[in-house]
Protein backbone atom coordinates (compact mmCIF):
# COMPACT_ATOMS: atom_id res chain seq x y z
CA UNK A 1 0.00 0.00 0.00
CA UNK A 2 2.67 2.97 -1.26
CA UNK A 3 2.43 5.95 0.10
CA UNK A 4 -1.00 5.59 2.27
CA UNK A 5 -1.00 6.74 5.86
CA UNK A 6 -1.51 5.32 8.26
CA UNK A 7 -4.97 5.60 8.91
CA UNK A 8 -5.97 5.12 5.01
CA UNK A 9 -4.53 1.92 5.54
CA UNK A 10 -6.88 1.26 8.32
CA UNK A 11 -9.53 2.71 7.09
CA UNK A 12 -9.21 0.64 3.82
CA UNK A 13 -8.83 -3.04 5.49
CA UNK A 14 -11.82 -1.73 7.90
CA UNK A 15 -14.01 -1.00 4.62
CA UNK A 16 -13.27 -4.44 3.15
CA UNK A 17 -14.21 -6.57 5.98
CA UNK A 18 -17.03 -4.49 6.56
CA UNK A 19 -18.85 -6.35 4.01
CA UNK A 20 -18.86 -9.32 5.83
CA UNK A 21 -20.67 -9.55 9.84
CA UNK A 22 -18.31 -11.75 11.00
CA UNK A 23 -15.18 -9.99 10.52
CA UNK A 24 -16.85 -6.51 10.98
CA UNK A 25 -17.61 -7.48 14.44
CA UNK A 26 -14.09 -9.03 14.62
CA UNK A 27 -12.42 -5.38 14.05
CA UNK A 28 -14.62 -3.52 16.07
CA UNK A 29 -13.95 -5.47 19.37
CA UNK A 30 -10.23 -4.51 18.62
CA UNK A 31 -9.36 -0.93 20.73
CA UNK A 32 -9.22 1.87 19.27
CA UNK A 33 -5.35 2.17 19.78
CA UNK A 34 -5.11 -0.93 17.60
CA UNK A 35 -7.75 -0.04 14.93
CA UNK A 36 -5.61 3.05 14.55
CA UNK A 37 -2.12 1.43 13.92
CA UNK A 38 -1.32 -0.39 10.91
CA UNK A 39 1.48 -2.46 12.54
CA UNK A 40 -0.75 -3.87 14.90
CA UNK A 41 -3.90 -3.87 13.37
CA UNK A 42 -2.39 -6.08 10.67
CA UNK A 43 -0.61 -8.00 13.23
CA UNK A 44 -3.76 -9.06 14.77
CA UNK A 45 -5.56 -9.15 11.18
CA UNK A 46 -2.64 -11.79 9.79
CA UNK A 47 -2.89 -14.02 13.35
CA UNK A 48 -6.65 -14.28 13.21
CA UNK A 49 -6.97 -14.71 9.55
CA UNK A 50 -4.15 -16.11 7.55
CA UNK A 51 -2.97 -19.70 7.69
CA UNK A 52 0.46 -20.95 7.23
CA UNK A 53 1.41 -23.08 4.36
CA UNK A 54 4.44 -24.20 6.12
CA UNK A 55 4.25 -27.81 7.40
CA UNK A 56 4.60 -28.21 11.08
CA UNK A 57 7.92 -30.03 10.59
CA UNK A 58 9.08 -26.17 8.73
CA UNK A 59 7.38 -24.40 11.30
CA UNK A 60 9.75 -26.69 13.71
CA UNK A 61 12.89 -26.12 11.67
CA UNK A 62 12.06 -22.36 11.39
CA UNK A 63 11.82 -21.72 15.27
CA UNK A 64 14.06 -19.11 16.65
CA UNK A 65 14.03 -17.77 20.38
CA UNK A 66 12.32 -14.48 20.30
CA UNK A 67 13.92 -11.27 21.51
CA UNK A 68 11.87 -11.37 25.22
CA UNK A 69 11.55 -15.02 25.80
CA UNK A 70 13.39 -16.67 28.43
CA UNK A 71 15.76 -19.76 27.04
CA UNK A 72 13.79 -21.82 29.28
CA UNK A 73 10.58 -20.58 27.16
CA UNK A 74 12.17 -21.12 23.92
CA UNK A 75 12.98 -24.75 24.70
CA UNK A 76 9.14 -25.16 25.48
CA UNK A 77 8.25 -23.27 22.95
CA UNK A 78 10.28 -25.72 20.89
CA UNK A 79 8.96 -28.67 22.37
CA UNK A 80 5.61 -27.97 21.40
CA UNK A 81 6.40 -27.43 17.87
CA UNK A 82 8.10 -30.72 18.09
CA UNK A 83 5.34 -32.67 19.24
CA UNK A 84 3.29 -31.09 16.27
CA UNK A 85 5.57 -31.65 13.50
CA UNK A 86 6.14 -35.54 15.11
CA UNK A 87 9.82 -35.09 15.89
CA UNK A 88 10.83 -37.66 18.61
CA UNK A 89 13.19 -35.97 21.17
CA UNK A 90 12.38 -38.28 23.86
CA UNK A 91 14.87 -41.24 22.65
CA UNK A 92 18.77 -40.48 22.97
CA UNK A 93 19.66 -39.31 19.19
CA UNK A 94 16.05 -37.92 18.49
CA UNK A 95 17.16 -36.09 21.80
CA UNK A 96 20.51 -34.91 20.50
CA UNK A 97 19.04 -33.69 17.47
CA UNK A 98 16.30 -31.44 18.77
CA UNK A 99 18.67 -30.09 21.84
CA UNK A 100 20.82 -29.24 18.66
CA UNK A 101 17.92 -27.49 16.77
CA UNK A 102 17.69 -25.49 20.21
CA UNK A 103 21.08 -24.16 20.87
CA UNK A 104 21.39 -23.66 17.13
CA UNK A 105 18.40 -21.13 17.17
CA UNK A 106 19.37 -19.57 20.60
CA UNK A 107 19.82 -15.81 20.91
CA UNK A 108 22.89 -15.81 23.82
CA UNK A 109 25.90 -17.11 21.75
CA UNK A 110 27.44 -17.26 25.71
CA UNK A 111 25.06 -19.59 26.81
CA UNK A 112 24.75 -21.19 23.45
CA UNK A 113 28.39 -22.18 23.96
CA UNK A 114 28.57 -23.02 27.64
CA UNK A 115 25.51 -25.49 27.18
CA UNK A 116 27.29 -26.92 23.64
CA UNK A 117 29.90 -28.29 26.00
CA UNK A 118 28.37 -30.84 28.10
CA UNK A 119 25.50 -33.81 27.15
CA UNK A 120 22.16 -33.66 27.88
CA UNK A 121 20.48 -37.11 28.09
CA UNK A 122 16.96 -35.55 27.98
CA UNK A 123 15.29 -31.89 27.63
CA UNK A 124 14.18 -32.30 31.32
CA UNK A 125 18.17 -31.77 32.25
CA UNK A 126 18.46 -29.21 29.70
CA UNK A 127 15.46 -27.77 31.31
CA UNK A 128 17.12 -28.01 34.45
CA UNK A 129 19.90 -26.26 33.82
CA UNK A 130 18.64 -23.34 32.15
CA UNK A 131 16.98 -23.10 35.51
CA UNK A 132 19.76 -23.10 37.44
CA UNK A 133 21.02 -20.08 34.91
CA UNK A 134 18.00 -17.95 35.60
CA UNK A 135 18.47 -18.12 38.99
CA UNK A 136 21.88 -17.22 39.06
CA UNK A 137 21.05 -14.45 36.51
CA UNK A 138 18.18 -13.60 38.89
CA UNK A 139 20.61 -13.72 42.04
CA UNK A 140 23.22 -10.93 40.23
CA UNK A 141 20.51 -8.48 39.86
CA UNK A 142 19.23 -8.56 42.99
CA UNK A 143 22.53 -8.14 44.58
CA UNK A 144 23.09 -4.77 46.40
CA UNK A 145 26.23 -3.07 44.94
CA UNK A 146 29.26 -4.13 47.31
CA UNK A 147 30.04 -0.04 47.99
CA UNK A 148 26.82 0.90 49.26
CA UNK A 149 26.12 -0.09 52.87
CA UNK A 150 23.00 1.38 54.58
CA UNK A 151 22.62 4.20 52.03
CA UNK A 152 25.96 5.89 52.63
CA UNK A 153 28.47 5.63 49.68
CA UNK A 154 31.60 3.99 50.50
CA UNK A 155 34.49 6.46 50.23
Given amino acids: MGG?????RC??????????????????????????????????FAKEFCRSTESPVERYLRLKQEARETPRTFLWRLNAAAVKANVDYRTAPGCRRHLNQFLKNLRDRELQLSLQGRLYLSTDEMEDTLRQVEEMERGMRRKPANDIQLGNVAQ
Avoid at 4 to 8: I, K, L, P, T
Fill in 11 to 44: TRLYSRLSHNEGTKAWIQQLSASVRRSWQQLSDK
Fill in 4 to 8: WREQE
